[in-house]
């Protein structure tokens, strides 16, 4: 009924785009604090991007400024990740989130909305 779907995950060359989305189901986005994170193996969940639901003020981690890029679609209940220049190290298994509990990202936990993952794969 209600959950996040995510799509546009895949296998991309150094250098290379890719964009993923992430749906919102049975539920509309309005409010909430929208958020992209990434785990690689044997690591730590890392917090990638982020839209506040404060102002729309959006965040990024230090590794991706300049080249990962959040948006959203409220007309589709939306919200995207554009990857450009990719790297070896940006291959992760991506999620999205939200939360309707607060303003930053750092706030989404195991309580909040999550989708399903999508695999980046940055290889030559």
């Known amino acids: 009924q209600e959950q996040l779907v995510e799509s546009g995950g895949g296998l991309v060359q150094p250098g290379g785009s890719l964009r993923l989305s992430c749906a919102a189901s049975g539920f509309t986005l309005n409010y909430f604090t929208l958020g992209w994170f990434r785990q690689a193996p044997g690591k730590e969940r890392e917090g990638v991007a982020c839209?506040?639901?404060?102002?729309?003020?959006?965040t990024y981690a230090d590794s991706v400024k300049g080249r990962f890029f959040i948006s959203r679609d409220k007309a589709k209940n939306t919200f995207d990740l554009q990857m450009n220049s990719l790297d070896f190290e940006d291959t992760a298994v991506y999620y999205c989130?939200?939360?309707?509990?607060?303003?930053?990202?750092?706030?989404?936990?195991?309580?909040?909305?999550w989708g399903q993952g999508a695999q980046v794969t940055v290889s030559s």
């Open positions: 989130a939200v939360t309707n509990r607060g303003y930053y990202c750092s706030g989404i936990d195991e309580n909040d909305y």
């Open positions: 839209i506040s639901s404060s102002m729309g003020t959006t």
